[in-house]
């Protein structure tokens, strides 16, 4: 089982970037998926997890009005949109997959990620 992110790259502050995560080995339809994102000398953080039965979805507040998920069952791919970026953004952006859902009080808990992608990194230049 695995999930492989891409979608990564270099772009300017204000600029948009869409990240891809494709899963391959497990039921993907039962898994919710959470994004999260590290920064040099950061801890990781979570930014969103989307929940796979009705789609909602908890947003940070670093990210929430900027950054949208989206998820194609039919392709076992997440993505996220990311707008207007800016500078603080740049990190090493993760998905992963919990089951069978992500609660707005405890969605922050990497531990409760069964799958985790191998990274992508964003760089957002000033």
């Known amino acids: 089982a695995q999930l492989v992110e891409s979608g990564g790259g270099l772009v300017k502050a204000g600029g948009s970037l869409r990240l891809s995560c494709t899963a391959s080995?497990?039921?993907?339809?039962?898994?919710?998926i959470g994004w999260f994102r590290q920064a040099p000398g950061k801890e990781r953080e979570a930014i969103l997890c989307?929940?796979?039965?009705?789609?909602?979805?908890y947003y940070a507040d670093s990210v929430k009005g900027r950054f949208i998920t989206s998820r194609d069952k039919a392709k076992n791919t997440a993505y996220l949109q990311m707008n207007n970026l800016k500078p603080e953004d740049t990190a090493v952006y993760y998905c992963?997959?919990?089951?069978?859902?992500?609660?707005?009080?405890?969605?922050?808990?990497?531990?409760?990620?069964?799958?985790w992608g191998q990274g992508t990194q964003v760089t957002v230049s000033s």
């Open positions: 992963a997959a919990t089951a069978p859902y992500c609660m707005r009080t405890y969605y922050h808990y990497s531990s409760l990620y069964a799958y």
């Open positions: 080995g497990f039921t993907w339809d039962l898994y919710s």
């Open positions: 989307s929940n796979s039965s009705d789609g909602s979805t």
